[in-house]
């Protein structure tokens, strides 16, 4: 089974302070996301990575970076955490989006900011 | 703009009970689609997706899709519901080509004992 792995599941982090939100998998799958889940509004596509080093813009990149240097790991970094980023962060993986391959997902991370 | 709407934020059913929940997409032409559950406080798992070909797609847990071009639609389908199946449900579209799937806002499932 493929599996994606968010190593934290709760954060509480301060207002101001960066926070970094770490993602694996282990299916050797090109591409990565991360996504934002929050109620009534459904997923939110952050950023994306279609290969190791690569990286787009989502839909609401303001305030996060990316980072993907290695192909089984990407990562979600707020440089300065505020109170609107608390949220629910799903970070999926998938082989090939573009010929329509399933995205998996990992459990999330609830992340408050305080 | 690409778009995916699911028009019932919450549906309550009877456990035993049919079930249709309604997806409907705007996409110049026919993407690939999919339906999601997650189970409170965990990711999305898929139940079962669309490509081409016979218009009835089978899924994971007794679920099944029914593709409507005409319609652009994407509806679930359950005929009988367990308690288990209480969770929220996203369907997604995918154009084509593109690396982005576009997500519905989703629709949370309570079941009645």
């Known amino acids: 089974d493929v599996k994606v792995t968010q190593s934290s599941r709760y954060l509480v982090k301060r207002t101001g302070e960066k926070v970094f939100l770490e993602c694996v998998q282990d299916m050797d799958h090109e591409n990565m996301f991360w996504y934002r889940q929050d109620p009534g509004l459904g997923l939110r596509l952050i950023y994306f990575?279609?290969?190791?080093?690569?990286?787009e813009k989502g839909d609401i990149p303001e305030g996060y970076s990316v980072s993907r240097e290695k192909k089984e790991r990407f990562s979600l970094i707020l440089e300065s955490a505020s109170t609107n980023q608390t949220s629910m962060y799903l970070c999926?993986?998938?082989?090939?989006?573009?010929?329509?391959?399933?995205?998996?997902f990992g459990e999330g991370s609830w992340l408050t900011v305080v | 703009a690409q778009s995916v709407t699911q028009p019932d934020i919450h549906i309550t059913v009877s456990e035993g009970a049919s079930l249709e929940l309604r997806c409907n997409y705007s996409?110049?032409?026919?993407?690939?689609l999919f339906w999601y559950v997650q189970s409170p406080g965990q990711g999305l798992q898929l139940l079962l997706k669309y490509f081409s070909g016979d218009t009835l797609v089978q899924g994971i847990k007794g679920f099944e899709a029914e593709f409507k071009r005409s319609q652009s639609s994407f509806n679930l389908r359950k005929p009988s519901v367990h308690w288990s199946d209480a969770a929220e449900y996203f369907c997604?579209?995918?154009?084509?080509?593109?690396?982005?799937?576009?997500f519905g806002t989703g629709t949370r499932l309570k079941v009645l004992a």
């Open positions: 990575s279609y290969d190791v080093k690569m990286k």
């Open positions: 996409y110049g032409a026919t993407p690939y």
């Open positions: 999926a993986s998938s082989s090939d989006t573009r010929s329509g391959n399933t995205i998996y």
């Open positions: 997604a579209v995918g154009p084509s080509g593109t690396y982005k799937y576009i």
